[in-house]
């Protein structure tokens, strides 16, 4: 098993790698043989990934999102897989290279670093909270996809307002679809974040029965962590329902999933740093924070940037 999980550790940056520059050959010349393969080649790479993840975690003993780099891992999969499924759903790949530059540079930080502090929560062990982790990384890597796609369509706008058409603008895909795939990821987080969250407050019930009073006293629904989730996802859903009845659409609404998931980073961030909580992972949080911050200030172009031919 551990010449396995060796292997993988050192297969999987490199599949990711030709992965990304097949989707960076499709963006610069829209060439037809990276179109027909990438998108299988990305899907069987995700499930080279998870077959690695399940050896890992029986290897632990746990779910292997226990550390910081453990987490870059899995939430690189989970980003590779989100996308493989909207990509699927809309028929446009033109911003693979995007999502697959982050995924590899994720992968690559997880594989490359060894890590002298292996320590992670005995819950990674329970069924019950390993599902709620699993549904939670799922449900905040959708939305973080809708922020990219988001930003994709505020940089389109822009560059059809300064009439500006190179190469990123004629490879980027319309307003439109640009606008679905951002509401397309919304619909995958919504529902998982509903799960997570039904799944968490079963979980807290069923642990509370099995913990001494003075310590279950502390398991509360209350917990400003959970309170904020509840309002992140009535936030989204609410959007949604706007969405899909009332026509909100283009500039605004795309401006909105962005300020939301930056709203996010940050609400969470000062919860993390300042606000008690049982619900207090701290390898796993910081990572996750960490994580979004790359995708607030990490794009594998340059925003500015127009090449003309």
């Known amino acids: 098993m551990v010449v396995l999980l060796t292997l993988g550790n050192v297969l999987l940056p490199l599949l990711y790698l030709v992965v990304f520059g097949l989707y960076l050959w499709l963006f610069l010349d829209d060439h037809p043989w990276p179109r027909k393969v990438v998108s299988q080649l990305a899907g069987v790479t995700c499930l080279i990934h998870l077959g690695v993840l399940i050896l890992q975690g029986i290897g632990l003993g746990r779910l292997p999102m226990g550390t910081p780099l453990e987490f870059l891992s899995a939430t690189a999969v989970s980003m590779m897989a989100t996308y493989l499924v909207i990509e ?53 890597t959708a939305l973080c996809l809708s922020f990219l796609f988001a930003v994709l369509y505020l940089v389109q706008a822009r560059q059809l307002d300064r009439r500006q058409f190179g190469l990123l603008f004629r490879r980027l895909p319309s307003l439109e679809v640009l606008e679905r795939m951002s509401v397309g990821a919304v619909k995958i987080g919504v529902p998982l974040m509903f799960l997570a969250l039904s799944l968490g407050h079963l979980w807290m019930y069923d642990l509370a029965d099995r913990l001494p009073s003075r310590m279950a006293s502390k398991l509360t629904p209350w917990d400003p962590k959970i309170m904020v989730s509840w309002v992140i996802f009535l936030g989204y859903l609410i959007g949604l329902a706007g969405y899909r009845f009332l026509g909100w659409r283009g500039r605004r609404m795309n401006l909105l999933a962005v300020v939301a998931f930056i709203a996010i980073i940050s609400t969470f961030g000062l919860i993390h740093h300042f606000v008690p909580s049982f619900h207090d992972f701290a390898n796993t949080e910081s990572a996750w924070l960490q994580t979004c911050t790359l995708c607030l200030v990490v794009m594998p172009f340059r925003r500015e940037e127009n090449v003309h031919e």
């Open 88 to 140: 699927r759903r809309i028929k446009v790949k033109a911003t693979g290279v995007m999502i697959t530059g982050m995924v590899f540079l994720l992968q690559f930080v997880s594989s490359a670093f060894t890590e002298t502090n292996t320590q992670a929560s005995p819950l990674l062990k329970d069924p019950g909270f390993a599902g709620h982790a699993v549904l939670v990384m799922l449900s905040y």
